[in-house]
């Protein structure tokens, strides 16, 4: 059953607008930030790091951002352009502000953190006036990441830019993404993540991000049926719930949940497996597979995601994802 229709008539697939940034990731594993030397660069940001994912994957793929004007905001738009992301609706910020960092620490395979460097970051500059309409027009999905809801004048833009989604017929996902130290309060943050919400087709976020979004709410047991229920008295007609190694379950409209197999992986870290399995979601959704096998298809991207040290680089093929899927079953990968 098709729960989402994408307008086939459209040219590109996909368009991500919000946060542009760098990771640098721990080289020395196993080993808290204070004694890790040397990092690596890599592009980052959530819906940095989806777009790569769905380009990766073969869809048309577009971004609606800013940089700084420095080397490493021409590093990001580089590196998008290389991998074949329109930056047609990428702009260049001339007011000073910088690139926002995620330093990331790697302790173990479970116990990972990432510490964020978000003052007077480019992203977050982003103006209406520069979302052009133009390219979101002509894709078949949006997707809005909740960070850049966290100040003006970018919150104002992705509000801009969720208009003109549905003005022209586009699927939005909402990817609720929640940083809390980019946010002045948890009520600002609750009241705009549900007035986005209210327009989404998609929502994806974890037990805990919807919490957030429930403050000013009745739901003491954290239930996630009545958390989805809410959400299609409005657009959405599919809710993810993630719920960590306990794995997610996709609500519908039609009032059915839907749980998938998850697959072992050899675990270098955890960050990132949002991303890729958000990106493998949303390819299987756009190809037209039931609810249950594009879970598990972005279970799978995912796993491979955090096997590797990167995020963005380590985004898969989806031949590469099929071809994980197949040596799960048959036995070749274990957990670790």
Known sequence: MSYITFDSSKQTDFVAIGRLCIDLNANEINRPMEMTSTFTKYVGGSPANIAIGMARLGMKTGFV???????????????????????????????????????????????????????????LKLQPEEVPEELIAGAKMLLVSGTALAASPSREAVFLAIDYARKHGVAIAFDIDYRPYTWSSDAETAVYYNLVAEKCDIIVGTREEFDMMERFERNPERLDEITAAKWFNYAAKIVIIKHGKEGSIAYTKD???HRAVSYPAKVVKTF?????????????????????????????AACIVISSHSCSDAMPKAEQVHDYIARCERGEITAT
């Open 272 to 300: 990132g497996a949002g991303d890729s399995y958000a990106a493998g979601f949303l390819y299987g959704l756009m190809q037209g597979w039931e609810i249950a096998r594009c879970m598990s298809f972005g279970s799978a």
């Open 255 to 257: 009032g059915v949940s």
């Open 65 to 123: 951002g800013k940089v700084a004007n420095d080397q490493m905001g021409r590093f990001i738009t580089d590196y998008l352009e290389r991998n074949g992301i329109s930056t047609s609706g990428v702009t260049t910020d001339r007011t000073g502000a910088v690139t926002g960092l995620a330093f990331t620490e790697i302790k173990s395979p479970s116990d990972c953190s990432i510490l964020m460097y978000r003052d007077n970051v480019a992203d």
